[in-house]
């Protein structure tokens, strides 16, 4: 079992920035993981992965540019840097473990945390 842990959500003006990080303990290995977000009345979305490795990033076009994915093996922490800001990025964020590789799919995610509030005022 793997358990993640998000934190640093919170309320920003547009055009601002907020960083995001997932712990992980348990069970880890060699898990890719991803940032997925579900905003008020929407389905959740993928927003970023990575590689286990941390080689290979992956960002859907609606946040590409504007924010950055990494990780820190030594200390089983991702973090997700959102700048630029907007409205629409109003979610509750995810993070998620995949033990069979980066991808968009959730569905191939395995462990997810209990999400952290991003609210984004115009």
């Known amino acids: 079992q793997v358990q993640l842990v998000e934190s640093g959500g919170g309320l920003v003006q547009a055009g601002g920035s907020l960083s995001l990080s997932c712990v992980a303990s348990?069970?880890?290995?060699?898990?890719?993981m991803g940032w997925f977000r579900r905003a008020p009345g929407e389905e959740r979305e993928f927003v970023a992965a990575l590689t286990w490795t941390g080689s290979r990033l992956y960002y859907a076009d609606s946040v590409k540019g504007r924010f950055t994915i990494s990780k820190d093996n030594a200390k089983n922490t991702m973090f997700l840097q959102m700048n630029s800001l907007k409205p629409e990025d109003t979610a509750v964020y995810y993070c998620?473990?995949?033990?069979?590789?980066?991808?968009?799919?959730?569905?191939?995610?395995?462990?997810w945390g209990q999400g952290t509030q991003v609210t984004v005022s115009s």
């Open positions: 348990g069970r880890t290995t060699t898990y890719a």
């Open positions: 998620a473990a995949n033990v069979l590789g980066a991808t968009t799919d959730q569905r191939q995610y395995n462990y």
